[in-house]
């Protein structure tokens, strides 16, 4: 009992305390707020900036060179044999495709009984044809012959054609850090960084020496006045049925009467002859060699910035340059025949080149604002060069593109941050 007097005695006096403490933060003054009067002020100010523009340059150099041939597309088969297909430039000569009904032993046409159709049997071979074409007048000979031929030709051309490429516009990205002062005048300093793409576009045309080869086969008409061209074999034409007072002869219904008339002139259905000839010349066979693709500049280097005003300033920059280029090669053979259409034949290839070299910029800026402005100034750049050539069976063509020495200008938006 005595135990639990003590321990409520304790409890009084422990709250007691606790009650005066309370009582005397109640009564002490406030907490003072700090005074931040005396720290310094912080101004935040951009040190990096984002320069988006374009960048105008003069194109690459492009000189194209280089040999090929055309060959000839037809099948004139060999020199000799009878009711070949025979395939020219200008013409062709098939099998004979005259038929016969066949007739019984009364002179009766025979009629198949699976197909109750008049049953017709190849005429007897008699060296001509009624399955042939051609194209020209020309092809013709006063002697009474049609010649046919087919062409192909040999470039030996040894000369190289040079062009340049059009100026080309590009996008212009690059990226700039101030450096400070330089040795505490008012000049600065930057570290840039950026990238262009441009395009490469060149072409051109131009008569090459060639040698010319002819292969002409000759066909008899055999004393029949030849057809005018364009012919085709087997021919016909409709005309009207006339009676004997030479009056057109009047069908039940009031129509015409009319029937169809073998026209065709037959030809001789294996060359007569066969002749081979040559010719050198720069007339015949021209040229188009063409070549397209883009190039990325990477770029990087100091910057040195002179204030001009407080908004106008200049900029010169120099540096190393990586251009990465991907071009595509195609050279176009045209033989134009003394007889039918011209003959065209192309090739193709693509490259892709890495090229160190270094690039120059001069640079005026005006601010608009702390952090916008605009630019416009001039550039230079300068690369390696390198060959891109076309190779196979029928051709050998090359073309050297040249990306040094490029000037241009650049113009766009500055972004600081």
Same mark, same amino acid.
């Given at each position: 009992?005595?135990?639990?007097?003590?321990?409520?005695?304790?409890?009084?006096?422990?709250?007691?305390?606790?009650?005066?403490?309370?009582?005397?933060?109640?009564?002490?003054?406030?907490?003072?707020?700090?005074?931040?009067?005396?720290?310094?002020?912080?101004?935040?100010?951009?040190?990096?900036?984002?320069?988006?523009?374009?960048?105008?340059?003069?194109?690459?150099?492009?000189?194209?060179?280089?040999?090929?041939?055309?060959?000839?597309?037809?099948?004139?088969?060999?020199?000799?044999?009878?009711?070949?297909?025979?395939?020219?430039?200008?013409?062709?000569?098939?099998?004979?495709?005259?038929?016969?009904?066949?007739?019984?032993?009364?002179?009766?046409?025979?009629?198949?009984?699976?197909?109750?159709?008049?049953?017709?049997?190849?005429?007897?071979?008699?060296?001509? +044809?009624?399955?042939?074409?051609? !194209?020209? =007048? *020309?092809? #013709?000979?006063? $002697? /009474?012959?049609?010649?046919?031929? %087919?062409?192909?030709?040999?470039?030996?051309?040894?000369?190289?054609?040079?062009?340049?490429?059009?100026?080309?516009?590009?996008?212009?990205?690059?990226?700039?850090?101030?450096?400070?002062?330089?040795?505490?005048?008012?000049?600065?300093?930057?570290?840039?960084?950026?990238?262009?793409?441009?395009?490469?576009?060149?072409?051109?045309?131009?008569?090459?020496?060639?040698?010319?080869?002819?292969?002409?086969?000759?066909?008899?008409?055999?004393?029949?006045?030849?057809?005018?061209?364009?012919?085709?074999?087997?021919?016909?034409?409709? +005309?009207?049925?006339?009676?004997? !007072?030479? =009056? *057109?002869? #009047?069908?039940? $219904? /009031?129509?015409?009467?009319?029937? %169809?008339?073998?026209?065709?002139?037959?030809?001789?259905?294996?060359?007569?002859?066969?002749?081979?000839?040559?010719?050198?010349?720069?007339?015949?066979?021209?040229?188009?060699?063409?070549?397209?693709?883009?190039?990325?500049?990477?770029?990087?280097?100091?910057?040195?910035?002179?204030?001009?005003?407080?908004?106008?300033?200049?900029?010169?920059?120099?540096?190393?340059?990586?251009?990465?280029?991907?071009?595509?090669?195609?050279?176009?053979?045209?033989?134009?025949?003394?007889?039918?259409?011209?003959?065209?034949?192309?090739?193709?290839?693509?490259?892709?080149?890495?090229?160190?070299?270094?690039?120059?910029?001069?640079?005026?800026?005006?601010?608009?604002?702390?952090?916008?402005?605009?630019?416009?100034?001039?550039?230079?750049?300068?690369?390696?060069?390198?060959?891109?050539?076309?190779?196979?069976?029928?051709?050998?063509?090359?073309?050297?593109?040249?990306?040094?020495?490029?000037?241009?200008?650049?113009?766009?938006?500055?972004?600081?941050?």
């Amino acid at each position: 009992m005595k135990y639990l007097r003590l321990v409520l005695l304790l409890s009084a006096a422990t709250h007691g305390l606790a009650f005066a403490q309370d009582e005397e933060q109640r009564r002490a003054p406030p907490t003072e707020i700090p005074d931040f009067s005396n720290l310094d002020e912080y101004i935040y100010e951009p040190k990096s900036t984002v320069i988006i523009g374009v960048r105008h340059l003069s194109g690459a150099k492009a000189s194209f060179s280089g040999q090929g041939s055309i060959g000839s597309a037809e099948d004139p088969g060999l020199a000799t044999g009878a009711n070949l297909t025979r395939t020219y430039h200008d013409g062709r000569v098939n099998p004979d495709t005259r038929v016969a009904a066949r007739l019984d032993t009364s002179g009766n046409p025979i009629i198949d009984p699976q197909t109750g159709s008049q049953v017709f049997d190849p005429i007897a071979a008699d060296g001509r +044809t009624n399955s042939w074409s051609f !194209s020209d =007048n *020309a092809q #013709v000979t006063p $002697d /009474g012959y049609v010649a046919f031929h %087919t062409f192909s030709a040999d470039v030996i051309d040894t000369g190289s054609r040079a062009r340049a490429s059009n100026s080309t516009n590009g996008l212009d990205l690059s990226v700039s850090r101030d450096m400070g002062r330089l040795f505490g005048t008012r000049l600065s300093w930057n570290i840039t960084a950026g990238m262009s793409v441009n395009d490469i576009s060149a072409n051109t045309v131009d008569q090459v020496l060639a040698t010319l080869r002819t292969l002409t086969d000759f066909y008899s008409l055999y004393g029949v006045t030849p057809p005018d061209a364009p012919y085709t074999a087997p021919s016909s034409s409709t +005309t009207t049925v006339l009676d004997a !007072s030479g =009056n *057109a002869v #009047v069908n039940a $219904d /009031g129509s015409t009467q009319t029937i %169809t008339v073998d026209t065709t002139v037959l030809l001789g259905n294996e060359p007569a002859g066969r002749d081979t000839s040559s010719a050198t010349n720069d007339t015949n066979v021209a040229n188009r060699w063409q070549l397209k693709g883009a190039y990325y500049t990477f770029r990087a280097g100091p910057t040195l910035w002179v204030p001009i005003s407080s908004r106008f300033r200049a900029s010169v920059s120099l540096g190393a340059a990586v251009i990465y280029s991907g071009t595509n090669y195609t050279v176009t053979q045209t033989l134009q025949p003394d007889f039918g259409a011209e003959i065209s034949d192309t090739h193709t290839s693509s490259a892709y080149k890495l090229l160190p070299g270094y690039y120059a910029d001069a640079t005026l800026q005006y601010d608009l604002t702390e952090r916008a402005g605009f630019y416009a100034g001039a550039v230079f750049q300068s690369a390696g060069s390198y060959t891109q050539s076309i190779t196979n069976e029928t051709a050998n063509y090359a073309t050297k593109i040249d990306l040094g020495n490029q000037s241009g200008l650049r113009a766009g938006m500055t972004i600081r941050f």
